[in-house]
Antibody, heavy 119, light 112 residues
Framework: EVQLVETGGGLVQPGNSLKLSCATS????????MNWIRQTPGKRLEWLAQ??????????SYLESVKGRFTISRDDSKSSVYLQMNNLKEEDTAIYYC??????????WGQGVMVTVSS | QITLTQQAESLWVSPGEKVSITCRAS???????????LFWYQQRPGQTTKALIY???IRTDGVPTRFIGSGSGTEFTLSIEDVQPEDIALYYC?????????FGGGTKLELK
């Protein structure tokens, strides 16, 4: 059974940083492309970042509005993907989901982790 | 970037009825490989988001046959025949033809 479990969310002040982790199991992580998606309080979904697999040189792409502030990374030895978020803004408040691309885009999702940016 | 518009924010339906959710793209989602890069997802309260349809019309393994994806070019539809109570959820379309990947605004299916 495929499982993705996000951790690391919480309440943070504007300008501060947070690192999300996503531990996975039930599939061959090393060949999967991994993504982070967020859902705003208004329920809008937004694709944030993707990291491809080793055969694609771990190619990374970002949504323009988070480029330079957010960094996606992965550790194939731990079957985990991460999202480092710096200089957080109130508009980054959302539920953050870790998602896989094993055979089709976003084929599996985690349960999500809440990030609240507020002073 | 490619914009996806789901016109209906909410749709009300009775069990057993058929309902259609539409998704319109700002440009064609047909790639040179002949596939449309349009996907559908279901979000039910308390459950993880589920992939329903890929490449516009192919059901993901285990998805009931009452879920039918159709459309081409810029106009796509997710139809649910014989709606069941467990189909009450938020439904989103997604395009992956061009980065950034973008979602429609979502359509909430509610019981009459």
């Amino acid at each position: 059974e495929v499982q993705l479990v996000e951790t690391g969310g919480g309440l943070v002040q504007p300008g501060n940083s947070l690192k999300l982790s996503c531990a996975t199991s039930g599939f061959t992580f090393s060949t999967a492309w991994m993504n982070w998606i967020r859902q705003t309080p208004g329920k809008r979904l937004e694709w944030l970042a993707q990291i491809e697999d080793k055969s694609n040189n771990y190619f990374i792409s970002y949504l323009e509005s988070v480029k330079g502030r957010f960094t996606i990374s992965r550790d194939d030895s731990k079957s985990s993907v991460y999202l480092q978020m710096n200089n957080l803004k109130e508009e980054d408040t959302a539920i953050y989901y870790c998602t896989s691309f094993i055979t089709t885009p976003l084929d599996y999702w985690g349960q999500g982790v809440m990030v609240t940016v507020s002073s | 970037q490619i914009t996806l518009t789901q016109q209906a924010e909410s749709l009300w339906v009775s069990p057993g009825e058929k309902v259609s959710i539409t998704c319109r793209a700002s440009q064609s989602l047909l790639y040179t490989d002949g596939k449309h890069y349009l996907f559908w997802y279901q979000q039910r309260p308390g459950q993880t988001t589920k992939a329903l349809i890929y490449h516009a019309s192919i059901r993901t393994d285990g998805v009931p046959t009452r879920f039918i994806g159709s459309g081409s070019g810029t106009e796509f539809t997710l139809s649910i025949e014989d709606v069941q109570p467990e189909d009450i959820a938020l439904y989103y379309c997604l395009q992956t033809l061009r980065k950034p990947w973008t979602f429609g605004g979502g359509t909430k299916l509610e019981l009459k």
